[in-house]
């Protein structure tokens, strides 16, 4: 019997869980409050010998994120990089038209998003292992997890018959749209289940659904797929024909109208994590029922989320709270509105905040660099390079740059010069002049970068080599 191929959808922003998730760095990529991110914690669900090799779909501005996080875990995966966001039908159509080539017509496809926690792995596992042979026989099977409490923040299923010879797989009477709280009472008392948008199903199968009820995007999706290439260690989408897939989601476009749907009742614990109110309900909690993770003091609070990953946090008396603060934004919220985190978002787009999608921390492929202070003609930076890093050899039109190593040794070029700058020495970068960093060590390199000119930004650089391929 073929293995299960997981595809992996890394896409979105995670902007409900803002200051923490931001465009930049979203909340796949972050741990909260364990050792592995979301997205590795995805990755290691699925790494039993009932299982081939992941196939990841994420966007091109974060494939090197993804790629380390995936190196960090020593386990193999295919990325397969979206030119442009398109939701999750057309990502899953890619990822569904890839494993057909790479497996054959009848490969298994489990579809996962990777910002969902699901702590019991084993039990996951067991349930997808009773879901295989409905899929195996033609069937798309959901998740559709049964409630343990009326949500009104997630989508909703309402099972049918069960299907002979398929286990406890039933069909699907109807979708229901994220209700009201009334509303959600009642779908709980009929045993509707939540919808949790993991897919199993066997590639062929899926791709005439999706044929029968989305032919225009699976005509440019395939078109992508069948002249997608490779970058380095990655597989890009070709970028015109994918750009032309129309943006819908999976539901819409194909599950709610297809006659091959399934449903497989679950009950292992699942949560989206869609808004801070949904990461307090899955934390651990002190006595008072209250969670806390970073640098956080709290005195006479309840059922209060603190959550710092920047300065110390203390709270005095707070009952049902979301506190959450990061070096350059605090949220304070009561639970129950934890839902409109994202209109705030929005809000400090439209007034061209870059707080609401980008972090002082950036992350690079040779590591990351973190704005420490700025003024009207400086900047401070704190950059760090990972072992072996190099930077692109570039130059810059406005500004000059002072480099003044803390830990480890760089190997600088400046025009035709090459020396190695070892701990607490400095070096100067004229404006203009062609120069590149590499760490030709084996611990990481930091250093302070001090820039000054006319202009500051980052689309000040003049590229002329890059070992990581970017423009």
Same mark, same amino acid.
């Given at each position: 019997m073929s293995?299960?191929?997981?595809?992996?959808?890394?896409?979105g922003a995670?902007?409900?869980?803002?200051?923490?998730?931001?465009?930049?760095?979203?909340?796949?990529?972050?741990?909260?409050?364990g050792?592995?991110?979301?997205?590795?914690?995805?990755?290691?669900?699925v790494m039993?010998?009932?299982?081939?090799?992941?196939?990841?779909?994420?966007?091109?501005?974060? !494939?090197?994120?993804?790629?380390?996080? @995936?190196?960090?875990?020593?386990?193999?995966?295919?990325?397969?990089?979206?030119?442009?966001r398109?939701?999750?039908?057309?990502a899953? &159509?890619?990822?569904?038209?890839?494993?057909?080539?790479?497996?054959?017509?009848?490969?298994?496809?489990?579809?996962?998003?990777?910002?969902?926690?699901?702590p019991?792995?084993?039990?996951?596992n067991?349930?997808?292992? %009773?879901?295989?042979?409905?899929?195996?026989?033609?069937?798309?099977?959901?998740f559709?997890?049964?409630?343990?409490?009326p949500?009104? #923040?997630y989508?909703y299923?309402?099972?049918?018959?069960?299907?002979?010879?398929m286990?406890?797989?039933?069909t @699907?009477?109807?979708?229901?749209?994220?209700?009201?709280?009334?509303?959600?009472? !009642?779908?709980?008392?009929e045993?509707h289940?939540?919808?949790?948008?993991?897919?199993?199903?066997? $590639?062929?199968?899926?791709?005439?659904?999706a044929?029968?009820?989305?032919?225009d995007?699976?005509?440019d999706?395939q $078109?992508?797929v069948?002249d997608?290439?490779?970058?380095?260690?990655?597989?890009?989408?070709?970028?015109?024909a994918?750009?032309?897939?129309?943006? &819908?989601s999976?539901?819409?476009?194909?599950? %709610?109208?297809?006659?091959?749907?399934?449903?497989?009742?679950?009950?292992?614990?699942? *949560?989206?994590?869609?808004?801070w109110?949904?990461?307090?309900?899955?934390?651990e909690?002190?006595?008072?029922?209250?969670?806390?993770?970073?640098?956080?003091?709290?005195?006479?609070?309840?059922?209060?989320?603190?959550?710092?990953?920047g300065p110390?946090?203390?709270?005095?008396?707070?009952?049902?709270?979301?506190?959450?603060?990061?070096?350059?934004?605090?949220?304070?919220?009561?639970r129950?509105?934890?839902?409109?985190?994202?209109?705030?978002?929005k809000?400090?787009e439209?007034a061209?905040?870059?707080?609401?999608? %980008?972090?002082? !921390?950036? =992350?690079?492929p040779? #590591?990351?660099y973190?704005q420490?202070?700025?003024?009207g003609? =400086?900047?401070?930076?704190?950059?760090?390079?990972k072992p072996g890093?190099?930077?692109?050899?570039? *130059?810059? @039109?406005?500004?000059?740059?002072?480099?003044?190593?803390?830990?480890?040794?760089?190997?600088?070029?400046?025009?035709?010069?090459?020396?190695?700058?070892g %701990?607490?020495?400095?070096? =100067?970068i004229?404006?203009?002049?062609?120069?590149?960093?590499?760490n030709? #060590?084996? @611990?990481?390199?930091?250093?302070i970068?001090?820039?000054?000119?006319? =202009?500051?930004?980052e689309?000040?650089?003049v590229?002329y080599?890059?070992v990581?391929?970017?423009?």
């Open positions: 293995l299960i191929v997981p595809v992996i959808l890394c896409g995670g902007s409900r869980l803002w200051p923490a998730s931001r465009e930049s760095f979203p909340k796949q990529l972050i741990a909260f409050g050792r592995e991110s979301l997205l590795q914690a995805t990755l290691s669900r039993t010998n009932s299982y081939a090799a992941p196939l990841i779909v994420a966007g091109h501005e974060m !494939r090197f994120l993804v790629a380390e996080q @995936v190196r960090a875990l020593s386990k193999d995966a295919t990325i397969l990089l979206e030119p442009a398109r939701d999750s039908c057309a899953i &159509i890619a990822a569904a038209a890839h494993v057909r080539a790479v497996h054959g017509d009848d490969a298994l496809v489990l579809v996962l998003a990777a910002d969902h926690s699901i019991d792995a084993a039990h996951f067991r349930t997808v292992a %009773e879901a295989a042979p409905a899929a195996r026989a033609g069937r798309i099977v959901t559709g997890i049964v409630p343990d409490n949500a009104t #923040g989508g299923i309402k099972p049918g018959d069960v299907l002979p010879g286990g406890p797989v039933r @699907v009477e109807r979708f229901v749209e994220k209700p009201d709280a009334v509303t959600a009472e !009642r779908l709980v008392s045993g289940l939540w919808n949790a948008g993991n897919f199993l199903f066997v $590639a062929g199968a899926f791709l005439r659904e044929r029968a009820h989305a032919p995007i699976l005509a999706v $078109a992508a069948s997608a290439f490779h970058d380095l260690d990655f597989i890009r989408l070709e970028p015109e994918f750009k032309r897939a129309r943006a &819908i999976v539901d819409f476009a194909i599950m %709610e109208k297809s006659a091959q749907l399934a449903v497989m009742p679950s009950t292992f614990r699942w *949560s989206d994590i869609g808004s109110d949904a990461a307090w309900q899955i934390a909690k002190d006595a008072d029922g209250n969670s806390a993770t970073g640098d956080v003091v709290l005195l006479d609070a309840k059922n209060t989320l603190a959550y710092s990953t110390l946090t203390t709270v005095i008396g707070g009952q049902d709270l979301i506190v959450v603060a990061t070096r350059d934004a605090v949220l304070v919220a009561p129950d509105k934890a839902q409109e985190v994202r209109t705030l978002v809000a400090l439209k061209g905040r870059a707080q609401a999608t %980008e972090h002082l !921390r950036a =992350y690079r040779w #590591g990351d973190e420490i202070d700025k003024g003609r =400086y900047q401070v930076k704190r950059i760090t390079v890093g190099i930077l692109s050899l570039q *130059s810059h @039109v406005h500004r000059a740059e002072h480099w003044v190593v803390v830990t480890g040794t760089a190997r600088v070029t400046i025009n035709d010069e090459v020396k190695l700058v %701990e607490n020495q400095s070096v =100067y004229p404006l203009g002049a062609v120069h590149r960093m590499e030709p #060590g084996k @611990v990481p390199l930091e250093l970068e001090v820039q000054s000119g006319s =202009y500051l930004g689309d000040d650089i590229r080599e890059d990581y391929g970017r423009g």
